[in-house]
């Protein structure tokens, strides 16, 4: 018999709440991880006691009870509810789109004003029958004003390509809402962990044997032979040697910067709604826990393109790419004794609580 039950790879969310139930179901594991701190994405660095999200913003939101739940056994929450500012030009708006932005557009003040307001805008481009691009997509569902103000420049910055040059698709409704409320999610449930990520992902592991800068395929031969099983979360394509091709991301790039203010932009997080401006997003980490440190730790996001050795953070999926995921995924059908969970090894976009609730299925059928 092997020495472990399990050899986890990657101690991320997906592979932390594997192996608190794996731990809990009497089953050993060991956990390596190629970084050299815990917690994957969700991993954050304490600046002077600010959390410092490292891979990007995190917040929690979910509508599922039983992940909810689960995940406050761990940890309590804090009352954060994510509420981002657009900034275009010297002024700034609310989001998502609500009677503040309608306030701040056009100084509308009730629900029927703002409603014939919008009518109006979109009014001038009912012309528009098949959008042939993103932009008469947007402008068909919402006119110029919140169009150029607040969506053209930002959504240009993502993609890397003109607003004219991208499917219409990206858009397929905009939700309004026609009350005061700047709350992002619809979710019932939202929060950042109280001590942060960290304290989440500490929880989770507890006194699992976990080895940091250990690349499992550097260790490969060694570490097949440690454990019975093997639970693989990072890429999928790296793990069968990029022999269906490689799998594409898009990426970010982070610029941190310390200030020695109490505060910096009032917000957690400001969407720079101009092309003109080369960031998306400026991130205020203290904010996402009501920090009240004589400094502040600021990031300005952008984004970028994926080459091997960037971060993988969005997958595309596109035809071509999801053709060769199902390639993959058979390939990982017929290998004995490994499980691939985690959304790198399934090539999807997931938010924590959907990892959350994937990890827990997979302990169902296995455990
Ligand atoms: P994750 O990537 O965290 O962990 C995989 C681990 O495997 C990594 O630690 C990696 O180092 C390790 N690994 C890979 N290959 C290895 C190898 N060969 N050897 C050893 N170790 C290896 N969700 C949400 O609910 N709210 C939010 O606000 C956000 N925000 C957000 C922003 C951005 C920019 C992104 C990309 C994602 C989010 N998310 C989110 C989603 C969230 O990040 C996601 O649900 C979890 O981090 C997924 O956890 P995993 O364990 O699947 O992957």
Known sequence: KKKYDYLIVGAGLFGAVFACEAKRAGKSCIVVDKRHHRGGNIYCEDVDGIHVHKYGAHIFHTDNKEVWNYVNSFVEFNRYTNSPV??????????????NTFYQLWGVTTPAKAKVKIEEQRGEFAHIAEPANLE????????????????????????????TELPAFIIRRLPFRFV???????????????G?????????LGDTEVCLATDYFKNRAELDGVAEKTLFTGCIDEYFDYRCGHLEYRSLRFEEKRLEMENFQGNAVVNYTEREIPYTRVIEHKHFEFGKQPHTIITY???DSFAPGKE???????????????????????????????????YTYADMDDTVAAALALCKTEL
Do not use: H
Not at 86 to 99: I, Q, S, T, W
Not at 180 to 194: K, L, R, S, T
Not at 196 to 204: E, F, K, P, T
């Open 312 to 346: 993988p953070y969005y997958p595309v999926n596109d035809e071509k790419n999801s053709r060769i995921y199902a390639d993959y995924r058979q390939l990982a059908e017929s290998v004995p004794n490994v499980l691939f969970g985690g959304r790198l090894a399934q």
């Open 301 to 303: 996001e952008y984004p």
């Open 86 to 99: 657009a900034r275009y030009g010297d002024k700034l708006y609310n989001l998502p789109f609500n009677m």
């Open 180 to 194: 005061f409320d700047n709350n992002y999610f619809n979710d019932a449930y939202q929060g950042i962990p109280i």
């Open 136 to 163: 008469e997509q947007a402008l068909k569902l919402c006119g110029k004003d919140i169009y150029e103000k607040l969506i053209k420049g930002y959504t240009e910055k993502q993609w890397g390509r003109a607003a």
């Open 196 to 204: 942060g990520y960290n304290a989440l992902i500490d929880a989770l």
